[in-house]
């Protein structure tokens, strides 16, 4: 998986992205060669609760010429050179006048910055304090915006499969940054591919839901016309993103006590690396639109290093050499072994609840008596034939014994077939 994971970073990271355009439905024609997008087109002007989608913008060409007839802060060689979401411009400027329309990092000054104007119409670049500092103070500068801001749509993405209850997960991501590795395209493939892996599951009980588009709006347009089923339907979500550096996982929870909180905790404490906690605060990804208190969904958000606490974010330096593709493998399999758990949890109720049943002639207790014979085997078929009495669920016997929900797998299967347990 992981070198197919890199084959496809490498041909979606140059892509210049944003909240509408061509290379956002130009992402969606990649990433429909692993997850079964169907894709909608929400027109400009539509109304999602208290915001309305954007005019469409594209670009093509943008730059900056010097007084000494040097090119620079150039889209076509970094789109990060130009703000998000640019009106058309071209004239030509003093240094004075031209210094207002850039923008850089004094505090990281060999970084291009990502800025964007989304809803405040202006023009603008970014560069390094660097270059910035080398320009010319005399002469004019030729500017060329050469943009498109019109009606037109928004792209975005769903896949769903079907399992056999009403009740649902959520998975999603965005895909409304420029070049950015960590903070945009680690996300992506990473709903992509655990969708891979879910699709190859029988049998499932939940419906999982896979969505993928523009950060913010794209969210509160699904809200708007999903939110109220989701209220109904939704047992736990995820937002993932920031997940292909080597930092420690890092679990931001959901607004209220969730089942996916438990979840992903049952996992997480048993794992050998360390992880992070965060409670959830407004301030952050899609989880605060998923989390707003007129829905207040159960969903976390999932990151290695969280957004905002890595230098390189929303910099030019957010850039392949921060991934560590077996760190997004390792996070993929992480959330495929949530689904599975999530999948094996339940309420069991014992079917030869009075006394211990004779575990001995279903062959599933030892022949004889030593005391290492009491292994963790034998001690979880027995948790699980105590505690299975409609009351607890699989999550809480294997907190209870302090094990992730996955180690008792075999042990359930073995009750089930037995006929001892039913689901």
Not at 148 to 170: N, P, Y
Request: charged share 25%; glycine share 6%.
């Amino acid at each position: 998986m992981k070198n197919q994971i890199e084959n496809y970073f490498d041909r979606l990271f140059p892509i210049n992205r944003s909240l509408t355009g061509n290379g956002v439905r130009q992402t969606f024609d990649i990433l429909k060669e692993i997850i079964d997008f169907v894709i909608t087109e929400v027109p400009s002007g539509t109304n999602a609760f208290d915001w309305i989608v954007p005019r469409e913008w594209n670009v093509n060409q943008a730059y900056i010429i010097t007084p000494n007839g040097e090119k620079i802060a150039d889209f076509s060689v970094n789109n990060l050179h130009l703000i998000g979401y640019s009106i058309p411009f071209e004239g030509t400027l003093s240094f004075e006048e031209l210094s207002s329309h850039i923008m850089t990092r004094h505090d990281f000054p060999e970084v291009i910055p990502y800025v964007t104007s989304y809803y405040v119409e202006r023009w603008g670049f970014c560069m390094s304090y660097n270059d910035f500092l080398a320009l010319p103070k005399e002469g004019l500068y030729k500017v060329v915006v050469d943009t498109t801001l019109k009606d037109g749509s928004m792209t975005v993405g769903e896949a769903v499969i079907k399992g056999s209850s009403d009740k649902e997960i959520l998975f999603t991501s965005y895909c409304c940054h420029p070049s950015m590795a960590n903070n945009e395209v680690s996300g992506m493939l990473a709903l992509s591919f655990l969708y891979q892996l879910i699709k190859k599951k029988k049998n499932l009980e939940y419906t999982y839901r896979f969505y993928l588009a523009p950060e913010t709006i794209g969210a509160i347009y699904y809200l708007s016309q999903n939110g109220f089923h989701f209220k109904e339907n939704l047992i736990g979500g995820a937002v993932l993103t920031c997940c292909g550096d080597e930092g420690s996982i890092t679990l931001k929870k959901s607004r209220s006590d969730s089942y996916f909180n438990e979840v992903f905790n049952n996992i997480l404490q048993f794992k050998e690396e360390e992880f992070k906690e965060r409670d959830f605060s407004p301030m952050g990804s899609d989880e605060r639109q998923y989390c707003s208190p007129g829905f207040d969904l159960p969903v976390v958000c999932l990151s290695r290093t969280m957004y905002g606490e890595y230098k390189e974010y929303h910099t030019s330096k957010d850039d392949k050499s921060l991934i560590d593709f077996q760190s997004l493998e390792d996070y993929i399999l992480l959330l495929n072994e949530v689904v599975d758990s999530i999948e094996l949890d339940g309420k069991y109720i014992n079917q030869n609840p009075y006394g211990e049943p004779q575990l001995g002639k279903r062959g599933l207790y030892p022949t004889l008596m030593a005391i290492e014979d009491r292994g963790e085997s034998l001690a979880k078929l027995l948790y699980l034939l105590n505690y299975s009495d409609g009351k607890h669920s699989l999550l809480d016997i294997s907190n209870i014994m302090r094990k992730p929900i996955m180690s008792f797998e075999k042990e359930i299967n073995n009750l089930l077939e037995s006929k001892l347990l039913v689901k």
